[in-house]
């Protein structure tokens, strides 16, 4: 078909594998035990709109969907890594969250916990204002009952590492690295 498609065009030059991106094989399998042969089909499509299509597999909302179609008993906790502002409009799933917000030119960090990401952070935050990134974590629904309690230890580990409003005692990690060999990604 992409054959007869490349001779209607008047183009013939352009490569047709670029313009209609399709490639597939069919798998012929011979049961010896079922006495017959079985046919599978496959193939690959090239991503129409490989943005959209990017962010949606990246998103906790479509892992959280392919945990329960695989049956996954224990549901884990679904980190995301530090996107800038820009971008918060489109997140796709980001409910029941403890999330960071970093203002890179005044140089501070505002943990906090949300029901609804998206919804959370398009109201405004006195204490951060002018922050340009953000990183979220999705909680599993078995741990919603404790993100305010989780939220409120985040900040106090933070608080212990960062100078802050309430005195607490610092040490300062400027220089330091993270010793820990378990990093989720």
């Known amino acids: 078909m992409r054959s007869l498609e490349q001779r209607l065009t008047a183009d013939t030059s352009e490569d047709i594998e670029k313009t209609i991106p399709f490639w597939e094989f069919l798998d012929i399998e011979y049961g010896r035990n079922e006495g017959g042969f079985r046919f599978v089909a496959y193939y690959r499509q090239e991503p129409s709109f490989p943005c959209l299509f990017e962010r949606l597999v990246e998103s906790p909302g479509l892992k959280r969907v392919a945990d329960e179609l695989e049956g996954k008993k224990e549901k884990p906790i679904y980190k995301q890594d530090w996107r800038p502002r820009e971008q918060l409009a489109f997140e796709i799933g980001a409910t029941n969250v403890l999330y960071l917000l970093l203002d890179t030119q005044h140089k501070l960090l505002y943990a906090g916990e949300a029901k609804d990401l998206v919804s959370r952070l398009s109201q405004p935050h006195r204490s951060i204002p002018r922050w340009d990134y953000y990183r979220y974590n999705v909680l599993p629904d ?24 309430k005195g607490v005692t610092t040490h ?7 010793a820990n060999d378990k990093i989720d990604k």
């Open 142 to 165: 078995r741990l919603t009952p404790f993100r305010l309690s989780l939220e409120r230890m985040l900040i106090r580990d933070l608080a212990g590492l960062l100078p802050n409003k």
């Open 172 to 178: 300062s990690v400027e220089g330091f690295t993270l």
